[in-house]
């Protein structure tokens, strides 16, 4: 008898609980789009967490639609992406439509480029005395879904101080999975000016009047996507750089084979998890990604590894801290200039040292920012179209200290912020619109006590 009312009484726990993970299951029993006049079905579907017949518990599908609603928005296809789910049958709330809106940029942007082509504006405007001489002119070509793909086909034309050509395409997607992807790239460029060595932490350049530098690089790339938030790249590229009698006989050691000319293929293997509310100025999440580079020349091969980390934690809507690490290390066998130039270049930067680079072979930094919204507006647009609607901006005040470490074991005696400490802080004012436009207004303090306002975008993912 004992036995018999055991048995009852863990068939019916067992029975409420059956009957708990059944009614808190919902049943997703489509999935309808709307406004894609250009982006197919299936580049939507892949950024859901969800799939048509998937059983999700009901207290996560709120969630589930704001992951989704976030991944819509960093494909930066669309200006308006809203999800929603709507119940059929009004006495069964275990089967689920979900619904997405969307409204689709402008995807073809001719871009006339006048850029300098100094490391920031600063830089360009206080140091370069904002020479003409120094700007590169041009028209970019950008097509962003090109084909309803997500994919991405770019054309450059430049000329000014540096002539180059571009052509740029990726296709994120070739399979039926949606998980594998491809693209190629090349270029060409000529200079009339190099910088060609580093003075008391800033560049020194070389101008002429004929070409002083020029070469070419192609690639070709294998993409891997598994889930929503990996990225997986390999790419293999080929190239050449070579230099004029002038700018060799100024700095005999630029180039990593110590000679006029030098040719060279390499592999780089890219690993990315990105799980942001917002790519373009995230406020939560976060982000990392690991780079291995091997570069393959008969007398200048080099490896190097580098891993950056960002995270973002909210306190409250109106407040969040933003961290940043980022390493890197270079195994150079054949001390060159080209190869040492490292901070001040590409995402490896401190604010309040726009004015300086500091060369090596290893480095470490360490980003830290508080921000507080300061609220914002939007502009109506008198002329609307589908592709431009009204204007928003948002606001937000940030307090900032930047760490930061150069190694370099063949320092300069003129170069003194190698192989020590680096220390940055300031505020900032960062203004963020639509189209993924993001300011940041800087003023920033050095450990050398230089003092200045400096202008930045975003955080370059």
Request: proline share 3%; charged share 15%; net charge positive.
């Amino acid at each position: 008898m004992y036995r018999n009312l055991r048995a009852s009484i863990l068939s019916f726990v067992f029975l409420i609980f059956f009957s708990f993970i059944t009614k808190a299951q919902v049943h997703i029993n489509s999935i309808n789009i709307e406004g894609n006049q250009k982006t197919k079905n299936y580049i939507i579907l892949r950024e859901l967490p969800y799939h048509v017949g998937d059983n999700i518990n009901k207290d996560s599908l709120i969630f589930f639609n704001s992951l989704s609603q976030q991944q819509l928005y960093n494909t930066s296809l669309f200006l308006v992406a809203n999800i929603r789910a709507e119940y059929p049958l009004p006495m069964d709330s275990s089967i689920v439509n979900i619904h997405i809106q969307v409204q689709e940029r402008w995807y073809f942007i001719p871009k006339p480029v006048f850029k300098w082509v100094d490391r920031n504006f600063s830089q360009w405007w206080n140091e370069q005395n904002h020479s003409l001489d120094r700007v590169n002119y041009g028209i970019n070509l950008s097509m962003r879904n090109a084909t309803g793909n997500n994919d991405r086909l770019a054309l450059g034309f430049v000329a000014g101080y540096t002539q180059q050509n571009t052509i740029r395409y990726q296709l994120p997607f070739i399979d039926k999975k949606l998980k594998f992807g491809m693209g190629f790239g090349w270029q060409n460029y000529k200079q009339k000016e190099i910088n060609y060595t580093t003075e008391f932490d800033k560049q020194v350049f070389l101008k002429t009047i004929g070409m002083v530098r020029e070469g070419y690089r192609a690639n070709v790339d294998l993409l891997y996507r598994p889930n929503l938030f990996d990225r997986f790249s390999l790419q293999l590229g080929f190239g050449n750089d070579a230099l004029s009698d002038s700018g060799f006989l100024m700095q005999p050691i630029f180039l990593p084979n110590h000679t006029k000319s030098f040719s060279y293929a390499d592999i780089t293997l890219s690993l990315k998890k990105i799980n942001f509310d917002y790519n373009a100025y995230p406020t939560r999440g976060s982000a990392s990604e690991f780079t291995a580079y091997q570069r393959f020349s008969s007398s200048s091969s080099m490896t190097s590894f580098q891993y950056r980390k960002i995270a973002a934690h909210p306190f409250s809507k109106q407040n969040f801290i933003l961290v940043e690490s980022n390493s890197i290390i270079k195994f150079v066998p054949n001390f060159n200039y080209s190869d040492y130039r490292l901070l001040g270049y590409a995402n490896f930067q401190l604010n309040g040292l726009e004015y300086y680079v500091v060369d090596g072979n290893a480095a470490s930094i360490l980003k830290t920012s508080f921000h507080h919204s300061l609220g914002g507006f939007t502009v109506k647009n008198p002329i609307k179209t589908k592709y431009l609607t009204d204007f928003k901006y948002n606001f937000w005040i940030n307090i900032f200290t930047h760490l930061g470490y150069v190694y370099n074991d063949h320092p300069l005696n003129t170069n003194r912020l190698s192989n020590t400490l680096l220390r940055t802080f300031g505020i900032g004012l960062d203004i963020i619109s639509i189209y993924d436009f993001v300011l940041k207004i800087d003023y920033s303090v050095n450990q050398l006590g230089d003092k200045g306002v400096y202008l930045h975008s975003g955080i370059n993912l």
